[in-house]
């Protein structure tokens, strides 16, 4: 079933198919690439199939379907009006020019945030450090700033924030800078190198400090160990309305993975939420942002 807005050119897919051909990979690329154009996917529903089989692959009711766009629709104007900075990826900090100090982030969590904002109607800018050129955003209103440095980073947020309504930071900075970056490429010599690193400035903290009443400013933490004491002490620390806490013990969360496993925790309460699309899990974020 397709359905076609034509005042944006937006395009919903409901699949129907037998078990096998909806489980193989090819259609599911198939599908991830017409999300990745900014079209939309209701999942089939599960049950038996004209085939026999049982299994993902029926269409969803057509109830649903109407409730899934009415509840797109009605979100597509959740936004309007309102400006919201997003920070993702990772970024680069040089050794020398053809070396550097980076990380496993893949920008993705902050891709589907900035779709997720655009597509409730917010005005998104987004400041990205370095990732793979298949990366893309596809609505209008995102303004892509590309970055490499947590110097650069920090620059173009500090002046763009004052005239946002909220932040969502979720890139993964690094909290070092080499000392001095060296002009030619570092020879090998046969001995141990040192190199000297100097911290760079805490984007999140800043913002946090110049926050003005009616801004909201999210937070991320990634964590490997006593992740909600760790996450609560960020929160305070620089000064976030709410953190999105992920921990490396969740297996499907985190970095180089299309999914995540979130909890969200504000000044007093906490909330955990399933495995999901990072996609879905945008929209678990910017739900908490508009109850905000
Ligand atoms: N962050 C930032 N600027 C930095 C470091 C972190 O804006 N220089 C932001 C991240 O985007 C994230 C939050 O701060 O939203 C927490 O990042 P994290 O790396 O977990 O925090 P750190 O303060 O660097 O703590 P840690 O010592 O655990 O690395």
């Known amino acids: 079933a397709f359905l076609l807005n034509r005042s944006s050119d937006l395009l919903v897919i409901a699949p129907a198919m037998d078990l096998d051909m909806y489980a193989h990979p090819s259609t599911q690329q198939n599908l991830k690439t017409l999300q990745s154009y900014g079209n939309h996917v209701i999942e089939p529903g599960t049950g038996f199939l004209a ?62 945030l900035a779709n997720e904002c655009a597509n409730r109607g ?15 955003v596809n609505y209008p209103n995102i303004h892509r700033i590309n970055v490499e440095s ?11 924030f004052p005239s946002m ?3 969502i930071l979720c890139a993964a900075v690094a ?78 969360a985190g970095f180089r993975t299309d999914t995540n496993k979130i909890t969200i925790i504000t000044a007093d309460n906490k909330k955990d939420y399933p495995l999901k699309s990072k996609e879905e899990v945008a929209k678990d974020i910017i739900d908490e942002l508009e109850r905000l």
């Open 122 to 136: 917010a005005q998104v800018e987004l400041v990205c450090g370095t990732v793979s050129s298949s990366m893309q």
């Open 165 to 167: 309504d909220s932040a």
């Open 51 to 112: 085939s026999k089989l049982e299994g993902k692959g029926r269409m969803e009711e057509p109830e649903n379907i109407v409730a899934c766009l009415e509840q797109f629709f009605s979100q597509q104007e959740s936004l309007r009006g309102k400006k919201v900075l997003i920070t993702a990826g990772p970024t680069y900090e040089k050794i020398d020019p053809v070396r550097f100090i980076g990380n496993y982030s893949s920008g993705k969590m902050g891709f589907a």
């Open 150 to 160: 947590a110097q650069e980073m920090f620059e173009a947020c500090k002046e763009l």
């Open 175 to 252: 909290d070092f800078a080499p000392e001095k970056v060296a002009e030619q490429k570092i020879k090998r010599t046969g001995d141990e190198m040192v190199i000297r690193l100097k911290p760079n400035p805490d984007i999140a903290a800043s913002l946090g400090q110049m926050k003005k009443q009616g801004q909201t400013l999210v937070g991320f933490a990634l964590e490997t160990n006593d992740e909600e004491s760790n996450a609560q002490a960020k929160l305070k620390k620089k000064n976030f309305d709410f953190i999105v806490l992920n921990s490396l013990k969740d297996e499907g």
